[in-house]
């Protein structure tokens, strides 16, 4: 293959490439990633975080256009699942590798990407500090308590300044 060769289809691929990126399919996944925080850009996209994706139209743009939004598509959707249309029949693999996320478990490489590199999205803290990573999500727990030590729980929050929840998880952490 000689230079010219060369020349020519890098300048068919920037042609190509220029063309993908003004599709509405890229701009709503990158538009969307960059304004939850999992993505930044150095190009003028407009931000969309109310916007409700199209796990298809990501995926495209992930293969065709920017390869890093398959790495934080399953991290995405499994912090933000009410964005996203969830047809696990449609992307078995994609839910198949969101659900090994969600267990901490094993998976299977998705579209080539070891699961190992979508494990550091989930754990992202995002700038919107209403989305927790999953390491800091609360998990509902009902105990049955004697009074006396709901009394001291009392006591323990009111000392503290701080909801019994606190108090118990202090306690429980400290001692």
Sequence with gaps: MNRAD?????????????????DPRYLQAMGFL?????????????LLPNQRLRLTDAIWAG??????????????????????????????DLFAAIEALREKKKGQPLWGIPLKKYKVWVELI??????????????????????KS???LKKRSKEWGCSKTDALEKILLEG
């Design 6 to 22: 060369v020349l020519k289809r890098i300048a068919e691929k920037a042609k190509k490439d220029k063309k993908f990126r003004q």
């Design 34 to 46: 960059v304004a939850k925080g999992f993505l930044r850009t150095n190009q003028a996209i407009p």
């Design 63 to 92: 293969k065709n256009v920017e390869p890093r939004i398959l790495e934080v598509l399953p991290a995405a959707v499994l912090r933000l699942p009410n964005h996203f249309d969830l047809n696990q029949f449609e992307h078995p």
């Design 126 to 147: 995002l700038p919107d500090k209403r989305m927790k990573p999953l390491n800091e999500k609360k998990v509902v727990k009902t105990f049955r308590l004697s009074p």
């Design 150 to 152: 709901i009394e001291v």
